[in-house]
């Protein structure tokens, strides 16, 4: 359960005076998808250089943003004289430095803020786009961006927050946003809107709430309030956190899509956190009465959580006539998968899902009618059902289907997207030589002049060089080193990984936080000793309820850590917080743990583009007595590695770890004999090489699963000896030579590539 201070606190920041397009073709619900959302145009900036910068306190008109290309927003309050048209050949890029201090605002009401007409691509970065009045307003149902374009248009919304409103997608293209905050306030019926047959709506990373207690007006249906609404077009969703939903459900999804199926991997729901409206109960995912061929895959997603008793909460509604994926999902809260009232010809197929269940038959499980329902390697806890505790504590849900002609979608992951190069500081940037004298030369011991730095403001430039720092090291509103108090918002930046190092001499930390969130960190190495004389994390991510704001949604961009015990540690000794932060286009090595996830509050870590090398394990929850948090991969790889790639807890873990395109040679994957709890893996489209395969690549007595969707394990065996529960092991799609017979302590369940 996240902290309800993170909200509180973002009412007083905001009422506070502040100083990639692709092409798609019509397929089926079992093609392959060859989807990338990154931008294939060539006009897109490599550095900051250009970037005019505007004046905050200064009116947005449609003649101004028409003569922008490259805009650098200062922190400041921006009014738009709204409805600014956008109509342009050329590129649109409005980058802020704090996308909590960064506010743009409109001037009238009743009028969309931007209306795009037509454009090539619009890039917008560290801005918060606010509805009428912000929060002391009373209207409702304003629109933020509102695309009308006839031709397509590649939209980007990176590290960005969006409040008392919407954005209206109306018109084609690729819709991508990235570690971005929508909120409703309870002034509009859904923070996002798709609807056209051509448009291509991505999310990755962030969190979308609701962001108060109650909705505002008249919407008090929660028939008609949701997260995300679909009405037409393509819906992708990776790595996000849904909290607080006033409806039944967090994403509605009305119509199929001739650009391929619709696709929810690895979300994290904690539905409606008690903030629901009426009685009705909440679901992830709700598909209502359609005639339409809706194919929708669920996959790796955990919770869809309620407050108001497991045992009336299902984690999807589907009335439609389509197939419904459900592969490898996991939710304590829970007592059926899927109901509805299904449309002739519709499928649910579900295998290797994970949830609490109330009875162990598939009737029970699936009340759903009028569909075809092909269920295997689903499991339901016992023990939190029936309070015994005979084992096995989970039990396999019965009948099962036979699957060996079932043929899931596999579908690449969207690529990121990278920042420009910063090669010197912006307008309103503090800058660690000229105004800190620190000298990064690698020689001189710059303590002193970083610490100064972090107390001077929220927008920092290393250039290039090499700062050593010593002693306590530095950080970020990290009050054990002395800091002020950093909270929400803010923008790190040096001038590269290459060519900006900070580098600990003797044990301790590099950089350190317990209270900044909604912060991007760009364009640096990290570098501490090796973790064989340094038992800190080179970066340590941790949250101080003491001292007030939560740490989450930190956003790295071309950055490596390197050494320590932990590279990066993430809520290795905090009791909550630190969740969605992305590690993209970063680096992590030469450390014990690469990656260190481990309050079980600390979830969806994703690294999104990045490698492991010459670390013991790349991830793991830690040794410092912490559990259950949980971290994906997207588009990576693992080297060198001398352990196993995966060392997790003792105990803990109910929601999902996922990886995507990960490529891995190391010895292992999992080992971990004495553990009691319960774990989902699941691997799309990765490729696992190890190095042995006479040892077990996966060595485990927990319950719970491994999913493969697309992979290939060419050796090695898998052993599950649970004493404790049934665990499954599936293989769709993969080339997983001798399955079955490598395989011990588990069920098997494989569809052959």
Request: aromatic share 10%; charged share 15%.
């Amino acid at each position: 359960m996240k902290k309800v201070i993170v909200l509180a606190l973002l009412f007083l920041v905001f009422c506070s005076p502040a100083g990639s397009g692709s092409s798609s073709s019509a397929q089926g619900p079992n093609a392959t998808d060859p989807t990338d959302v990154a931008s294939t145009t060539s006009d897109r900036p490599a550095s900051y250089d250009d970037f005019v910068a505007q004046t905050p306190g200064s009116t947005l008109t449609t003649a101004s943003i028409n003569s922008m290309t490259d805009g650098w927003f200062p922190p400041g309050v921006y009014t738009v004289d709204n409805p600014v048209y956008i109509n342009r050949s050329a590129r649109l890029f409005m980058h802020g430095g704090d996308r909590i201090a960064t506010r743009i605002v409109p001037k009238n009401p009743g009028h969309p803020m931007f209306i795009v007409e037509a454009a090539t691509i619009i890039d917008v970065a560290g801005l918060a786009f606010e509805g009428y009045g912000g929060i002391g307003g009373t209207t409702l149902n304003d629109i933020t961006w509102q695309f009308r374009n006839t031709s397509p248009v590649t939209f980007e919304m990176l590290d960005c927050t969006t409040d008392f409103s919407y954005m209206d997608i109306e018109g084609p293209g690729t819709f991508t946003l990235q570690g971005t905050l929508p909120k409703d306030r309870g002034r509009v019926n859904s923070p996002i809107v798709i609807n056209n047959p051509n448009a291509d709506f991505v999310m990755v990373g962030g969190d979308i709430n609701s962001g108060v207690a109650t909705p505002r007006g008249a919407f008090n249906d929660p028939t008609q309030l949701f997260h995300v609404w679909q009405k037409q077009g393509r819906l992708r969703i990776y790595g996000t956190n849904f909290e607080g939903a006033f409806g039944v459900a967090d994403v509605r999804i009305e119509t199929g899509s001739a650009l391929g199926p619709h696709v929810m991997t690895w979300i994290r729901s904690e539905g409606s956190n008690t903030y629901k409206v009426g009685t009705l109960q909440n679901a992830l995912l709700y598909v209502p009465s359609t005639p339409n061929q809706v194919n929708v895959v669920v996959q790796s997603c955990g919770s869809a959580a309620n407050t108001g008793g497991y045992s009336l909460n299902h984690f999807v509604d589907y009335s439609g006539a389509g197939t419904l994926w459900l592969l490898g999902n996991t939710s304590m809260v829970v007592s059926s998968l899927v109901v509805g009232t299904a449309n002739r010809g519709a499928t649910v197929v579900a295998i290797g899902n994970g949830f609490r269940g109330g009875n162990p038959i598939s009737s029970y499980s699936f009340p759903i009618t009028g569909a075809t329902i092909i269920a295997a390697g689903n499991e339901w806890r016992h023990k939190d059902v029936t309070g015994l505790s005979d084992l096995p504590y989970t039990r396999r849900i019965t009948p099962e289907s036979n699957i060996s002609t079932v043929s899931p979608p596999v579908i690449p992951a969207p690529t990121f997207i990278d920042r420009p190069v910063l090669n010197a500081a912006l307008k309103g940037m503090y800058d660690a030589k000229r105004d800190c004298k620190a000298r990064g030369d690698g020689v001189t011991d710059d303590t002193a002049a970083l610490k100064c730095l972090a107390n001077k403001g929220k927008l920092i430039y290393y250039p290039a060089g090499t700062y050593l720092v010593s002693g306590n090291g530095t950080g970020f509103c990290n009050h054990a080193l002395g800091l002020t108090e950093w909270g929400p918002g803010g923008w790190i930046a040096g001038a590269g990984k290459n060519r900006t190092i900070i580098k600990r001499t003797g044990d301790g930390n590099v950089w350190s936080t317990d209270g900044a969130g909604f912060l991007t960190v760009q364009g640096i190495t990290f570098q501490g000793p090796a973790y064989t004389s340094n038992t800190k994390a080179t970066v340590d991510i941790e949250f101080n309820p003491t001292y007030g704001f939560a740490t989450q949604e930190l956003q790295f961009y071309d950055c490596a850590f390197t050494g320590g015990k932990y590279a990066v540690g993430v809520n290795l000794v905090g009791t909550a917080q630190c969740s969605e932060n992305m590690y993209i286009n970063s680096s992590f090595s030469n450390a014990k743990y690469g990656l260190g996830v481990g309050n079980f509050n600390a979830f969806n870590n994703l690294v999104y583009s990045g490698s492991f090398s010459g670390n013991v394990y790349a991830t793991g929850h830690g040794e410092e007595g912490q559990q259950g948090g949980t971290w994906g991969i997207i588009h990576g790889s693992i080297t060198g590695g001398s352990g196993y790639d995966f060392n997790m807890a003792l105990s803990g873990g109910n929601e999902g770890l996922y990886f995507n395109d990960l490529k891995t040679n190391s010895n292992g994957y999992w080992s971990r004999v004495g553990t009691s709890g319960y774990y989902m893996m699941f691997f799309d489209q990765c490729t696992l090489s190890p190095r042995s395969a006479s040892n077990p690549v996966f060595n485990t007595a927990a319950s719970g699963g491994l999913f493969f969707l697309g992979s290939t394990m060419p050796s090695g065996h898998i052993q599950m000896n649970s004493s404790v529960g049934s665990p499954h092991l599936v293989n769709l799609k993969g080339n997983i030579p001798y399955w079955s017979s490598n395989v011990i302590g588990a069920t098997t369940y494989e569809f052959p590539h």
